[in-house]
Nanobody, 114 residues
């Protein structure tokens, strides 16, 4: 059974940085694309960034130039480096693995506030 566990969320001031991690188990991680999504209170869950099995990346316009998605196949882990954080980045962040039946992590809270 596939499991995804996110970590690295927290409270940060505007302009600060955080790195989220998503550790996968129960599957051949390197074969699948990974994505990061976020959901703010009262809003839908939106795609933030995606990385393919070969390392290609794509980002939402709102985070381009500030966020970087990466993966370490040896550690079965995907990352989201978030720089120049803004209050509007506040949300629960989820990782997703694009299996035939996609799987999600439990989410990690990111709060950007002074």
């Amino acid at each position: 059974q596939v499991q995804l566990v996110e970590s690295g969320g927290g409270l940060v001031q505007p302009g600060g940085s955080l790195r989220l991690s998503c550790a996968a188990s129960g599957t051949i991680f390197k074969l699948y694309a990974m994505g990061w999504y976020r959901q703010a209170p009262g809003k839908q869950r939106d795609l933030v960034a995606v990385i393919g099995s070969g390392g290609s990346t794509n980002y939402a316009d709102s985070v381009k130039g500030r966020f970087t998605i990466s993966r370490d196949n040896a550690k079965n882990t995907a990352y989201l480096q978030m720089n120049s954080l803004k209050p509007e980045d506040t949300a629960v962040y989820y990782c997703k693995i694009y299996l035939a039946t996609p799987a999600w992590g439990q989410g990690t809270q990111v709060t950007v506030s002074s």
